[in-house]
């Protein structure tokens, strides 16, 4: 019965599953334990059938075509709640996630990173932030054209994806600064787990333009309650030994 709403696209009542003879035998026999009257609608949206609405009852002559067109009210507006409630969650989505990375924005990191951070403090716990930065990342606009530079930073933030743990953050900082909380681990957790991103990002080369790039980060990393207290001050240290592994000849990590 269900599938033959979704097929046809079209309401359905059955008075009595024993005498209806549009549908198997084996349809009937199946359904007899179960109701013997039923009406149904298709929830539709865009010209989409997303699911049906239905009420089936044990009795036979249970619903009239009154009660059919009031469960079609029901779907029609049901509809458009759904399809409202998916625009909603997917503007909310798109709110907080980078157009090129797929990670998530500034502005909503930093929301989550403070609320890390109080976590943190109330559990005893400690984090690590680390803050990476393509190296000579304007070489690769300049040599394959502006659309490269965002494949390098759709390759990384890839490469980061596969690489965090479950609760951890990843954020699109900036141009093309990317930073990682990593939730529970302290300094030298955090440090091994930037190495292993610094050297997976260097092995996984990246092909533009038929020509093979070599990536390579470079990564600062400041730790709760090790180096600071406050959510600012983690950024600005992990941001300062960002800049001290670049003058110290990049593709480094700098947690000192």
């Known amino acids: ?23 198997s035998t084996g349809d009937i026999e199946a359904s007899n334990d179960t109701f013997r009257s039923l009406i149904e609608t298709p929830l539709v949206v865009e010209d989409k059938v997303i699911g049906i609405l239905r ?21 029609n507006l049901s509809a458009v709640t759904i399809q409202n409630a998916r625009l ?9 996630k980078d157009g090129v990375t797929g990670l998530v924005v500034r502005r909503y ?12 403090a109330i559990n005893k716990g400690m984090l690590s932030v680390l803050i990476l930065d393509i190296d000579h990342f304007k070489n690769y606009n300049d040599k394959y054209g502006h659309a490269a530079g965002d494949l390098v930073l ?7 994806g596969s690489l965090i743990r479950e609760g951890d953050i990843a954020a699109r900082y900036g141009g093309e600064e990317m930073v990682l909380v990593l939730c529970g681990r302290n300094k030298k ?3 091994t787990a930037a190495e292993e991103i610094r050297k997976a990002v260097k092995d996984r080369p990246l092909v533009l333009r038929r020509h093979t790039a070599n990536i390579t980060v470079s ?18 240290i992990a941001d300062k030994r960002l800049y001290k592994a670049k003058d110290g000849g990049r593709d480094r990590v700098c947690s000192a």
């Open 1 to 23: 019965f269900d599938h033959w709403v979704l097929k046809n696209r079209k309401s359905l009542i059955v008075e009595d599953v024993t005498m209806d003879f549009r549908f």
């Open 55 to 75: 009420m089936d009852s044990l009795e036979a002559l249970r619903y009239s075509q009154d009660d059919l067109r009031l469960l079609d009210i029901i779907a």
């Open 88 to 96: 909603y969650s997917r503007t909310e989505e798109l709110s907080r």
């Open 109 to 120: 990191f930093l929301e989550r990173f403070e609320e890390e951070v109080e976590r943190a």
């Open 154 to 160: 759709r390759h990384l933030a890839k490469t980061l």
């Open 189 to 191: 957790e955090a440090q």
């Open 219 to 236: 990564i600062g990393l400041a730790t709760y309650p090790e180096d600071a207290m406050r959510e600012e001050d983690l950024i600005k």
